[in-house]
Structures are given as C-alpha cells and as structure tokens.
C-alpha cells in the first residue's frame, strides 16, 4: 500500500546534471522527513540529503553546494537536484520517508546514478 518510487537516474557525464524524484503514495507524509541514501558497490549506505516537515536540510559534506533537496508536499515528492556530478557521485540512490517522531519509515527500490567520461 505505502510506495516510494524513485525515478531520473541515468548515465551523465561528469559536470553534468540530474534531478531525482521521489514520489510517495499510501498515506500522508506530512510529518514525515524525507531524504536521500546512496551506496555505491563495496560500500556503506550514507545519507546524502535530508529535509525536514518544516523545511531544515542536511546534507553530508562531500555534496555540499552541488546538491540540492527540496519538496512538493501537496504531491508526497522530494526531489535531488545534483549538479556538477564528479565520478565519486556513482550509486544507487534510494528514497527515504520517515516518521519526525514515530518509529515509521519507508524506503524505495533505489535508481542507478552514473557519473563516468
């Protein structure tokens, strides 16, 4: 019922440009944080980008000034505009929904971002 669909991965080449979006659907996520997680292959999942119900953002320092999130509550999405993709970017990025206060969260299947010449 509750769905995370993650879509706007892709092939780009490095200084490029993508932006992901995360659409939820099943319930009222208004209370909910939303974020980015990425993992490339061999590593740990990190968090990438966070925001808020009320609007404060994270964002881990290595995508500091290139990355930005932002959301549309009326429509349950989050969205990950990247800019100026380097080749350490590569991953697969996975949409996340949780709860400000309650232990409910939600994860998406994950979308392939490569950032390669």
């Known amino acids: 019922q509750v769905q995370l669909v993650e879509s706007g991965g892709g092939l780009v080449q490095p200084g490029g440009s993508l932006r992901l979006s995360c659409a939820a659907s099943?319930?009222?996520?208004?209370?909910?944080?939303m974020g980015w997680y990425r993992q490339a292959p061999g590593k740990q999942r990190e968090l990438v980008a966070r925001?808020?119900?009320?609007?404060?953002?994270y964002y881990v320092d290595s995508v500091k000034g290139r990355f930005t999130i932002f959301r549309d509550v009326g429509k349950n999405t989050v969205y990950l505009q990247m800019n100026s993709l380097k080749p350490e970017d590569t991953a697969v990025y996975y949409c996340?929904?949780?709860?400000?206060?309650?232990?409910?969260?939600?994860w998406g299947q994950g979308t392939q971002v490569t950032v390669s010449s």
């Open positions: 996340n929904a949780e709860h400000e206060w309650l232990n409910d969260y939600y």
């Open positions: 099943g319930s009222n996520f208004v209370s909910y944080a």
């Open positions: 925001i808020s119900s009320g609007g404060t953002t």
